[in-house]
């Protein structure tokens, strides 16, 4: 994982999404998940790459069920863009960053 990716956990979650002046694009995953493995690169290289306009987060769920499922993420991986704190886009499942770009909305 790259520096330009923030991981949350139950004790920051809200804090993250609330507080960023960008749109927060979180990644609900777990290890055991290939595709959530296969869209990790995507995910790093769009941290890198739009690192003024957006964060990129990653929520493990098997660690942070609290949080999936106040957020009713029932498969993995799940990425939801928030903006001040509000859902404002979500994908399930892995896609070629081209489609994820544009279902994001970004």
């Not at 920051?12 to 609330?18: P, Y």
């Not at 499922?69 to 404002?88: H, N, R, W």
Request: aromatic share 6%; charged share 20%.
């Amino acid at each position: 994982m790259t520096d330009n990716v923030v991981v949350v956990s139950q004790a920051n979650f809200h804090r993250i999404i609330e507080d960023s002046a960008n749109p927060v694009v979180v990644d609900f995953w777990a290890a055991w998940c290939v595709p959530c493995r296969m869209i990790s690169p995507i995910l790093e290289e769009l941290a890198r790459e739009r690192q003024e306009a957006i964060t990129i987060a990653k929520l493990n769920v098997d660690e942070n069920p609290t949080i999936a499922a106040e957020y009713g993420v029932m498969s993995i991986p799940t990425l939801i863009k928030f903006q001040d704190g509000q859902e404002t886009a979500r994908v399930v499942g892995a896609l070629p960053k081209a489609q994820l770009l544009k279902k994001l909305g970004l």
